[in-house]
T-cell receptor, first 111, second 112 residues
Framework: GQSLEQPSEVTAVEGAIVQINCTYQTSGFYGLSWYQQHDGGAPTFLSYNGLDGLEETGRFSSFLSRSDSYGYLLLQELQMKDSASYFCAVRWMDSSYKLIFGSGTRLLVRP | DVKVTQSSRYLVKRTGEKVFLECVQD?????MFWYRQDPGLGLRLIYFSYDVKMKEKGDIPEGYSVSREKKERFSLILESASTNQTSMYLCASSPGQGNIQYFGAGTRLSVL
């Protein structure tokens, strides 16, 4: 089916690098996007990959490989404020304007 | 900056009440969405609209209806609130063929 799989939780140390993976089974989508959500807050857009490869936005990078059926979000120089949930999302080509979201990965950054 | 505004951050209602959740966006986006978010279940799409007066069911439309009379406003209606509709409700908008959605701050609804 059309679902996105993410690890439920990741823990990392301040200053480190962490990679959050997003895997899927079918690749008929327009692109992969990533959202950040702090506790009690709204999801905010972080990054979008329309094509395979790496997109870099400051400390955050996102990668997509359609042939390998996965993407990831890379967070560098982790800060305490990066503790949040991270969601990947795609717009499948057969689902009009809907985004399908992964179940989210809760990132805990420790000092 | 895109702004999506939800009318209330917190609401407490009683079982059986009719509840209106309002959402307004200021970027002339064609598409608007209503989600609910529950622990462990992620974001689930309730309804969306791709034009004024147009609506489509999402994954969990039962117990909800929507209204889009103006492009900038999308309302979610709980005809008869039930306790299992206690949740965080998130509104979002996106431009026509957009792959990026912009979210409001959310409304935390408690049905007692």
């Amino acid at each position: 089916g059309q679902s996105l799989e993410q690890p439920s939780e990741v823990t990392a140390v301040e200053g480190a690098i962490v990679q959050i993976n997003c895997t899927y089974q079918t690749s008929g989508f327009y692109g992969l996007s990533w959202y950040q959500q702090h506790d009690g807050g709204a999801p905010t857009f972080l990054s979008y990959n329309g094509l395979d490869g790496l997109e870099e936005t400051g400390r955050f990078s996102s990668f997509l490989s359609r042939s390998d059926s996965y993407g990831y979000l890379l967070l560098q120089e982790l800060q305490m404020k990066d503790s949040a949930s991270y969601f990947c999302a795609v717009r499948w080509m057969d689902s009009s304007y809907k985004l399908i979201f992964g179940s989210g990965t809760r990132l805990l950054v420790r000092p | 900056d895109v702004k999506v505004t939800q009318s209330s951050r917190y609401l407490v209602k009683r079982t059986g009440e009719k509840v209106f959740l309002e959402c307004v966006q200021d970027m002339d986006h064609e598409n608007m969405f209503w989600y609910r978010q529950d622990p462990g279940l992620g974001l689930r799409l309730i309804y969306f609209s791709y034009d004024v007066k147009m609506k489509e069911k999402g994954d969990i439309p039962e117990g909800y209806s929507v209204s889009r009379e103006k492009k900038e406003r999308f309302s979610l209606i709980l005809e008869s609130a039930s306790t299992n509709q206690t949740s965080m409700y998130l509104c979002a908008s996106s431009p026509g063929q957009g792959n990026i959605q912009y979210f409001g701050a959310g409304t935390r609804l408690s049905v007692l």
